[in-house]
């Protein structure tokens, strides 16, 4: 079945540090790709998505490129703030399947 | 533009008590669906809808009913709360082309409702 593998938190960095979270998943077929960000006491909302092999999902500064040959999503920001300290998931939809598969979560804390 | 709407916002439960949480979105979703999230884990899959009047199990849908008589809403129903039922839940809808050979876009998720059974 789909797997997402994620980083391991909880990362902890400086203000304008430079921000890199991995994910990695398993799949049939060309599934599409998602980054979603849970901020203290929300509910999720859709950071970042890609759809097909290369496309790059962008959204506040954020980023990540689908790299089919190495199955992974990446997240990554040049510069991050005091206001991206969040839980950020990494999940697919398998083509033909409408269910999400959620990575677990990698707590970001941003130190001024 | 109010999006997935959930309440109640929290809830406390005695053991063997039931409730129901609402689930209503606006936007047309033909799909819905009920995660929980227990703390430092990510979510899990309860029940979820295609339509109206098609429903089916996740990965944990032991103890939990659901319904979809309409479009719009999706309640989730425990029926003789445990304390392993403590979490939060997460409502969620999205939309998929019939044929699908347009991807899914992705979900849009409630605020929550935080559970606690004692």
């Known amino acids: 079945g789909n797997s997402v593998t994620q980083m391991e938190g909880p990362v902890t960095l400086s203000e304008e540090a430079f921000l890199t979270i991995n994910c990695t998943y398993t799949?049939?077929?060309?599934?599409?790709l998602f980054w979603y960000v849970q901020y203290p006491g929300e509910g999720l909302q859709l950071l970042l998505k890609a759809t097909k092999a290369d496309d790059k999902g962008s959204n506040k500064g954020f980023e990540a490129t689908y790299r089919k040959e190495t199955t992974s999503f990446h997240l990554e920001k040049g510069s991050v703030q005091v206001s991206d300290s969040a839980v950020y998931f990494c999940a697919l939809i398998g083509f033909g399947n409408e269910k999400l598969t959620f990575g677990t979560g990698t707590r970001l804390t941003i130190i001024p | 533009n109010a999006g997935v709407t959930q309440t109640p916002k929290f809830r406390i439960l005695k053991i063997g008590q039931s409730m129901t949480l609402q689930c209503t979105q606006d936007?047309?979703?033909?799909?819905m669906y009920w995660y929980r999230q227990d703390p430092g884990m990510g979510l899990k899959l309860i029940y979820y809808s295609v339509g109206a009047g098609i429903t089916d199990k996740g990965e944990v849908p032991n103890g939990y009913n659901v319904s979809r008589s309409t479009t719009e809403d999706f309640p989730l129903r425990l029926e003789l709360a445990a304390p392993s039922q403590t979490s939060v839940y997460f409502c969620?809808?999205?939309?998929?082309?019939?044929?699908?050979?347009?991807?899914?876009?992705?979900?849009?998720f409630g605020s929550g409702t935080r559970l606690t059974v004692v």
């Open positions: 936007m047309n979703h033909n799909y």
């Open positions: 969620a809808s999205s939309y998929s082309h019939p044929d699908s050979v347009v991807p899914n876009y992705g979900y849009t």
């Open positions: 799949a049939t077929g060309y599934p599409s």
